[in-house]
């Protein structure tokens, strides 16, 4: 089912059944980003086929939530939330630009000003950009899944011009509770089912998703430093390039306009090596930290197959007590037959669902990696010239 | 200061002419050693070598005369050093070269009375060598003894002696305690130790007066153990000694402030200290940024690890071997990193710091020349004393002392006109070694950094295969 065709013209547009949803514009505010939703549509329960609202982080968190406790959805895995925006480091920067030119000399102010448009800005725009992405790839996985797009509380984060629910606090602590308690509850649910699982698929599943889950964790913390150090890096170039430009201001003669040439050097080679730094943070420790949220995700749905399984074996027992006091015999029948057919269809719908995690997962990785070492060539590449210009440069200058 | 100037050891296995020690008394050897340039014209260059020898002689003539500080330095000491300028040996050396080299640290003997030995090996055709390859061991304190010596005989005349590298007490600690060879922090210390003793070496032998200094060429070419210099050593009696020495000079350079004649020496000073602050800062930001990178090298191996074991427990098949191929990129772009940190360090680096303590070096040279004024000036205020004193008799009518009065006013405007003419000699010479010092430089620095980024290149270089070689797995996926 597709949301979009491609006219003869190059036109795109909708089939009778799209939902198709971007951020169109986000602006940052003080401590908070404000995120533009636009959605076309030409689905008939919505009272327009183009709109857009705006929503800040909280409120895509209480769609994730809603979805989250929505039993009808056990047996899929719920799109991990985006992370929360996070500029504090640059945003600060950028601040005490405005904030400092009343304070600072003006040749400082331009000098600060320089390095925040030469350096900082970028580097927050390239955040920016990474939060809002995060953000959408949220909502088109809601909108292009079949069941999740029907939803209405999709449609009311969509449509409903008003701001949702007030931004409970309690929600993140629910959030971060739900995920220590999934510690508990497993071990729980595991002690209280007395048949072993049916399926040794989804205990196999459970165990090696766990694993999965942890390798992925520590291969995001790892890959994170390594990017960090990377900026650390690259950024110590700019010291040197400009103690290269002092020394050749006073060291008038034949070295001058050499020094500055290799002071220019650093400073290009500089902006390069950020860059390497960015895209690996981009394509390996964003993919990486993606799966590690959607494995979680993966094992939240066999935790809840798991509270149905015990709920199963509940009923059961109800079922067994019932015939033997031989009292309530057709209420007990009937609950346990509906626990059954729950766990059933709990049980299908997450085998699929994990296999669709599978090769999620296969595409994700292949195109994230092709990307990343696409990346670092054509990045070494630039710098290889970079270099090589640079010696003509200055063997010119012998 | 003008402490203990020991005569320089006479060499009867170095195959020079010698010329007869001159026995003159002080005043005719100051008149004779007038330019020096006349003296080397006619003579052939190895023949001055032998001034040296002279010195011992006027020396203990000096020592006779009066007791107080100032007098009692030796004037006349610095005008027999009749070394040949540096722009006839330079005339004579167009196409001379000298390579020296040095290799395999070994350690030598047990316990703390163990030391490292290192080969120096020469290759030369400089005719006042032996021969035209020769290697000798050598320890390190063999090469403070060789800076003190030729600190000794030439920073007087205002030479700029290239400094011996410096001595670090904890690395060398280190290096005595460890069990085997291969410790770890031991190889880098012996490594970075090696390379600043063969860059000294190298910046000596550049210089054409102290290339054909017989103690250099001996610690060069003389395949003997050379006397310990056991002053070398930082908790010595010498040492200690040196070390106050030191603090005296340094105080002597804050407290006195030569009235100065000549610009060029005040516009020198301060772009030398321009040039100190500058290369101070830099080097400070380039070693902050060789120990990025060496962090940089250990979380990429931090990450080579993890993706190893992400494929482990990946079970779809390409995507593990690609994890794997992954693990394997990161762990050469690793070792990438930390070649390039050595190049960060070994060819920036250790660049700046060597000329910061050239520098230096240029500092103690000026500072030489001041001490020449102080003398000077010093020896003029004695004149006037004396011909004040004199006057002073002779009004008296005591003739008695005036004769004797008489003569030491002779002997004090001698040494007026003896430190002039030093003050000037120093003051030509130190222009002289600047102009060369400054050639270095320039040379120095361009060469340096062409040479960085020449291997920066050739790292971007492999990454570019390390990543192309990396692609078809990742595609290979699925």
Redesign the interface.
Known sequence: MGDRVMGDDGTVSLTDNSLIVDISDALSEKDKVKFTVHTRTTLKNFNKPEFHVVRQHEEFIWLHDRYEENPVYAGYIIPPPPPRPNFDASREKLQRLGEGEGTMTKEEFNKMKQELEAYEFPEYLATFKKTVAMHEVFLTRLASHVMFREDEHLHVFLEFDQDLCARPRGRFQQFGGFVKSLGSTTDQYYLNVTVRDVHDFFEKQMN?LT??HG??K??TV??D??TE??K??AD??I??SG??V??AN??P???DK??MK?AD?FEK?RKLESRVASDEDLK?ADTLRYYMRDSQAAMALLVRRLKCLATYEAANRALERARQKNKDIHAAEKAQTEACERFDSISTQAKEELLDF?TRR??A??KS??E???L??KH??T??DL??K??QN??E?? | MADSVEPPPLFENVDMKREEAEDDDLFESAVQSQPSANLCLEEDGHDLLNGDSDIGEEIDKLMLNDKSEMENVPINNQSTIATPTMEEVEAEGGDQFIEITITEPQKVGDGMGAYMAYRVLTHTNMPFFKKREFAVMRRFSDFLGLHDKLTEKYLKVGRIIPPAPEKNVIGKAKIKMAQSEQAGNGSDFIERRRAALERYLRRTSQHPVLIVDPDFREFLECDIELPKATNTSALSGAGVMRFINKVGETVNKITYKMEETDPWFENKLV?VE??EN??R??HY??E??VS??K??AN??N??S???A??SV????NL?SR??SQ?ADTEEKVEAVHMEQANTDFYILCEMLKDYLGLLGSVRDAFHERTKMFQLWQHSQQMLTKKREAKAKLELQGRTDKVDQAGVEVIEWEAKVERSQESFDRISKMIKLEMDRF?KCR?QD??VT??KY??N??EH??Q??KY??D??PE??A??
């Open positions: 090696s694993e999965y390798k992925l520590e291969g790892k890959t430093k390594m150090k990377h650390e890096v110590s170039y010291k040197i103690g290269l002092q020394l006073i060291d003669g034949p070295l050499y020094l290799v050097g080679a390996l599978k296969l595409h990785f292949r990696l092709i990343l070492a696409e670092e060539i070494a590449r710098q290889q270099f090589k640079s010696l200055l063997q200058l012998m | 772009h321009g040039l500058q290369l800062k830099l930001n380039v902050a940024m990025y990178r962090e940089l979380l990429t931090g990450v690890r993890s993706a074991m992400l427990c990946e079970d779809h995507l690609a994890l992954l400054e320039i620095f361009k950094f062409i980024l020449e920066h290149m971007q270089a990454l570019v990543w192309d990396f692609l990742a595609k996926i699925a």
